[in-house]
Nanobody, 114 residues
Framework: QVQVVESGGGLVQPGGSLRLSCAAS????????MGWYRQAPGKTRELVAY???????NYADSVKGRFTISRDNAKNTVYLQMNSLKAEDTAVYYC????????WGQGTQVTVSS
């Protein structure tokens, strides 16, 4: 069973940046379309961005132009570079495949506040 571990979250001021990492186990990582999801308090989990095995990317409208998803298949890792952060980006961020095939990790908390 492939497992994921998210890291890189923290407290940042509005307008700041963070880089999240998602390290996955298993040999099939390079074949997965990987996504970053987030869940804010009182809200349902939503897809923020995804990247295919061929590195095609897609973003939610709310983060387009501010977030960049990338992957390093040699390291079994997917990244989320988050710039120009806003208070509404505050959430726990998770990674999973686009089809939600993996067990959810613990996530990493991102708090945007002055």
């Amino acid at each position: 069973q492939v497992q994921v571990v998210e890291s890189g979250g923290g407290l940042v001021q509005p307008g700041g940046s963070l880089r999240l990492s998602c390290a996955a186990s298993g040999s099939m990582f390079s074949t997965y379309t990987m996504g970053w999801y987030r869940q804010a308090p009182g809200k349902t989990r939503e897809l923020v961005a995804y990247i295919t095995s061929g590195s095609f990317t897609n973003y939610a409208d709310s983060v387009k132009g501010r977030f960049t998803i990338s992957r390093d298949n040699a390291k079994n890792t997917v990244y989320l570079q988050m710039n120009s952060l806003k208070a509404e980006d505050t959430a726990v961020y998770y990674c999973n495949t686009r089809r939600l095939e993996l067990v959810w990790g613990q996530g990493t908390q991102v708090t945007v506040s002055s």
